[in-house]
């Protein structure tokens, strides 16, 4: 049974931090993709980050680009969010989803329940 499960999320200042995790289970951890999404009120679910199993290459929302550092222990079946200086515009549900891709085509595509960050003073 394949299960992702959040956690790390709360309530924080503008400029301050938060490092979210994700454990992972029941799949083939290390082919995957792991990446982070987040939905805000009334906006559509939006990519923050992901990284590939082999060779660690990442990619970033240009938003979060400087701020957020996406990272994965392939022997713990861990992915990690570090959101560093963050803004209230930061604030969002966040999810971890896990993708297995060969070539251009998704063959499995799992979420987690999300884990709520709220950026305010």
């Known amino acids: 049974q394949v299960q992702l499960v959040e956690s790390g999320g709360g309530l924080v200042q503008p400029g301050g931090s938060l490092r979210l995790s994700c454990a992972a289970s029941?799949?083939?951890?290390?082919?995957?993709?792991m990446s982070w999404y987040r939905q805000a009120p009334g906006k559509e679910r939006e990519l923050v980050a992901g990284r590939r199993g082999f060779g660690g290459a990442t990619n970033y929302a240009d938003s979060v680009k400087g701020r957020f550092t996406i990272s994965r222990d392939n022997a713990k079946n861990m992915v990690y969010l570090q959101m560093n200086s963050l803004k209230p515009e930061d604030t969002a549900l966040y999810y971890c989803n896990a993708a297995r891709w060969v070539g251009p085509a998704k063959l499995n595509d799992y979420w987690g329940q999300g884990t709520q960050v709220t950026v305010s003073s």
């Open positions: 029941g799949f083939t951890f290390s082919i995957y993709v």
